[in-house]
């Protein structure tokens, strides 16, 4: 029988990373014209204004994406701390 080993300390860095990221994210400010003369070309301006434009968009989905995560993270971690204490618990009240 192969044994379930979890690494509390690495879900615990997950979660703390993941509480910054969206942190991170939440406090990004838009700069959706700030460097339209440095592009030269219209075209170029063009796309990159587009893309300026759909980032409040897309970064809210990565955000919301990265809060259902890091509450996945904190679930999986206290029901396996749960499992544990009870394992702990149950061995040691059969000796």
Do not use: P
Request: aromatic share 8%.
């Amino acid at each position: 029988m192969a044994d379930l080993v979890v690494d509390d300390g690495l879900l615990g860095r997950t979660e703390s990373s993941l509480r910054s990221l969206v942190s991170e994210f939440a406090n990004i400010k838009t700069q959706d014209n700030a460097y339209s003369e440095a592009w030269g070309s219209g075209d170029i301006a063009a796309a990159m204004g587009g893309f300026s434009g759909n980032w409040d968009y897309h970064r809210k989905k990565l955000q919301t994406s990265m809060e259902s995560l890091g509450t996945m993270v904190a679930k999986c971690r206290a029901e396996f701390a749960k499992a544990d204490t009870k394992l702990a618990g149950d061995l040691t009240n059969k000796r």
